[in-house]
């Protein structure tokens, strides 16, 4: 899936968990943020993944050995994730982290390619939906789902303006 997409899911999410512990509009949108953010930290094995972009050249050097759908995108850097996000933020913020990295690898496992999530367990590329529904990254189902997120957060944009 693109940047934009894996972002906009995130950013759904971490406003989901600000709803459940009744966060301020100011927390809200900061969680949304970094669950948004940690959504596209997965791609920064790709050279053109978002953050990987942000990093430029240091990045391009000091990640040239990752592998695109590698490690990044297992159940490892999750768990390594969500420990690191668990020690250092409040509960919360954690969650919203952990949920945000967790979307990546469910909306990549939606796709045609698949992820090895068990790697190095398993080395095969799992899916989530029957073949028929799998999406191709950047094609009219993917712009859709989008589309709709996009929809969804403008809605939520009045309750920022009290
Ligand atoms: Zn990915």
């Not at 596209?40 to 050097?61: A, E, S, Y």
């Not at 954690?94 to 990295?101: E, K, L, M, P, Q």
């Amino acid at each position: 899936m693109m940047g934009h997409t894996h972002g906009l899911i995130g950013a759904a999410l971490g406003l989901g968990v600000a709803t459940v512990y009744h966060f301020t509009p100011e927390a809200s949108l900061v969680l949304a943020g970094l669950a948004g953010g940690l959504a596209l930290l997965p791609d920064i094995d790709h050279p053109r993944g978002n953050i990987r972009q942000k990093l430029g050249v240091v990045g391009h050097i000091s990640l040239f050995w990752l592998k695109h759908r590698g490690i990044t995108h297992t159940l490892i850097a999750l768990v390594a994730v969500a420990a690191a996000a668990y020690m250092l933020l409040p509960l919360p913020y954690a969650i919203g982290a952990a949920a945000g990295y967790l979307s990546h690898l469910l909306a990549d496992m939606v796709t045609v390619s698949g992820l090895p999530v068990f790697w190095p367990y398993k080395k095969e590329s799992l899916h989530i939906l029957p073949k028929r529904l799998r999406l191709t990254t950047n094609t009219l189902p993917e712009h859709l789902l989008a589309l709709v997120l996009m929809l969804f957060l403008a809605g939520q944009i009045p309750q920022f303006l009290g």
